[in-house]
């Protein structure tokens, strides 16, 4: 797994992770966020339902889709965190209100 | 953002910042455009951002992109960070989305300096939630301070993976294993070309003393490692493979791969440049003259999006392509581009010999590019299998593409990215068209996620 570096300097802002609120440095990813949280993975796939987690983190192997204030389908490493923000892991497809890419 | 330039350039790594900063100095109208929210491509990631402490973990390679964006911030280029582009045509337009409106641009001469990308390599296991890309542990490190924590296993081949293992130890991760997949006969292949590599020795004497700083740790690389497997249910938890002929099994949940870079040409094969396949580094890519003019003219392409040649050579190659701009537009004569581009040619020819030896010494085995097992996933979109590729092939799809629309494989969210290259190779390796013969996975716009609404944006205002 992976974990944070202690670091003060840095501002946070509060996101909402899967329903829980937690307090994240500003200017990371919402992957760096899932993966420093512990997270192991952050999706599952619609073919085989089988689990995925970020893999590139540069934003070109769509494998880190997540639920994004609403939104499925988003890549979580080029998704930079804001204050509020509402994230989830992806079920398949995720949502239907989510826009197709 | 105006609707049109004269030089609209695409990334901010040390290409676009360098060909940015030397064409703006003539007053021309130039842009550059790109998707992170500060300068530096991946490379220079988070250079203006990052805490003092761990910008000194990173090392001088890496604290030389400051003076490269401080050069481009004081110079008169406009900067739009945090726009994609996603589309790019032989008519020099781009559609760019910008805070989330999308939008149309033109321009007299482009500069595509899209950087690299990590060469995907199929193996069995790599989809598994655990099993991530160096590059990945990189810009996680470079732009986060997020590291393993229960311990990394670090396997492939490559410069970056010696860079990455040697930061980690500075930084007090456990590195469980590095494993080096370079097959041994790759040492006598790369050997006629190391003189020359000489000439550029700045790169082999730090790749000797992090390797000297890694054994001190007691960390040593296992070399000659094959037969690399990802395990777990669901998640990684372990990975076997085969060293001198011993299968060994190391617990893992963290497992970082590298097999070196590829030029990122979704934008160039979108454009409709050409391209062709360079055997020597293992991948596609658009075909340039010496000034980085693609076959669209007016089209041009810089750093390693133009074929890999490392981040120093980069600048001098984005230097190169702004003096061309600003040839290309009439601001400079043929005889002053020629004059001001000497020093750069000379630095970027100079930096260049390192590349054929690197380029031999860790090519990555065939075995690993093209003869995955039959069960071993792909296409990580559309979950296609090497096996199911190859049947494609003994039916008579002899091209990747044919392949593509075959199958579906490179048909997904990732537009092929992932699997182009494993599948030129598949291809090939099971009797279909060689792979310089074959055609790269055709790129369409939107080469990067577009919502309907957004496009929808695009109709209103050409309507108004
Ligand atoms: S981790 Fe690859 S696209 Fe996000």
Request: aromatic residues 6%; glycine residues 10%.
């Amino acid at each position: 797994m992976f974990k944070q570096l202690a670091n003060d300097e840095i501002e946070t802002v509060t996101v909402i992770l899967n329903g829980q609120e937690i307090q994240v440095p500003k200017g990371t990813t919402v992957a760096a966020i899932a993966l420093s949280q512990g997270l192991r993975s952050t999706r599952t796939t619609p073919i085989s339902n089988t689990k995925r987690a970020p893999f590139c983190m540069m934003g070109v192997c769509y494998d880190c889709l997540m639920v994004i204030d609403g939104k499925a389908n988003q890549r979580a490493c080029v998704t930079y965190v804001e204050q509020g923000m509402q994230v989830e892991c992806q079920q398949g497809t995720g949502p239907s209100l989510g826009d197709a890419q | 953002m105006k609707n049109h330039y004269q030089f609209l350039i695409i990334g901010a790594g040390p290409a676009g910042l360098a060909a940015a900063a030397t064409a703006s100095k003539y007053g021309i109208s130039c842009a550059l455009l790109d998707e992170q929210p500060e300068p530096g491509g991946q490379i220079y990631r988070a250079i203006e951002s990052i805490p003092e402490q761990r910008e000194k973990l990173l090392g001088s390679e890496y604290q030389r992109g400051q003076a490269l964006v401080d050069e481009f911030r004081a110079s008169a280029a406009e900067y739009y960070p945090e726009t994609r582009v996603w589309s790019l045509n032989d008519q020099k337009e781009a559609g760019v989305l910008h805070h989330g409106k999308t939008k149309m641009i033109t321009a007299d001469q482009i500069l595509v300096a899209s950087g690299a990308m990590e060469r995907p390599v199929p193996f069995p296991g790599w989809t598994l939630p655990g099993v991530m890309q160096a590059g990945a542990g990189q810009i996680l490190f470079k732009s986060a301070g997020v590291v393993p924590s229960d311990g990394v296993v670090l396997a492939g081949s490559g410069p970056l993976l010696l860079l990455l293992a040697w930061q980690y130890l500075h930084i007090g991760v456990e590195i469980k294993a590095m494993l080096d997949i370079t097959p041994l006969s790759n040492y006598l292949t790369a050997l006629p070309k190391l003189p020359k590599a000489l000439l550029a020795h700045q790169y082999l004497t730090k790749g000797i003393a992090y390797q000297i700083d890694l054994k001190r740790a007691g960390i040593t690389t296992k070399i000659g490692v094959s037969d690399l497997r990802a395990e777990g249910d669901g998640e990684l938890q372990s990975i076997r493979f085969r060293h001198f002929g011993r299968e060994q099994l190391i617990k893992t949940d963290v497992l970082l791969t590298h097999f070196g870079v590829i030029p990122h040409i979704w934008l160039t094969q979108a454009a409709g440049c050409k391209h062709q396949w360079d055997k020597s580094q293992q991948c596609w890519r658009p075909e340039h003259d010496d000034w980085g003019n693609t076959s669209i003219e007016g089209v041009m392409v810089a750093g390693d999006g133009a074929g890999i040649h490392g981040a120093r050579s980069a600048e001098h190659a984005g230097r190169l392509v702004g003096l061309q701009a600003l040839f290309a537009l009439g601001v400079l004569t043929q005889a002053e581009r020629d004059s001001q581009a000497m020093e750069d040619r000379k630095w970027m020819n100079t930096d260049r010999r390192i590349r054929p030896f690197l380029e031999a010494y860790f090519a990555i085995p065939k075995k690993m590019l093209a003869t995955p097992d039959d069960d071993t996933i792909v296409c990580r979109c559309e979950e296609i299998t090497s096996g199911q590729i190859r049947k494609a092939v003994k039916e008579g799809h002899e091209d990747s593409n044919q392949v593509k629309y075959f199958t579906r494989c490179g048909m997904g969210a990732c537009q092929g990215r992932q699997c182009a290259n494993a599948v030129a190779h598949i291809v090939d390796d099971a009797g279909g068209q060689e792979i310089s013969a074959q055609s790269h996975y055709r790129g369409r716009p939107p080469v990067a996620p577009l919502a309907l609404g957004q496009l929808a944006d695009l109709y209103e205002e050409d309507a108004q």
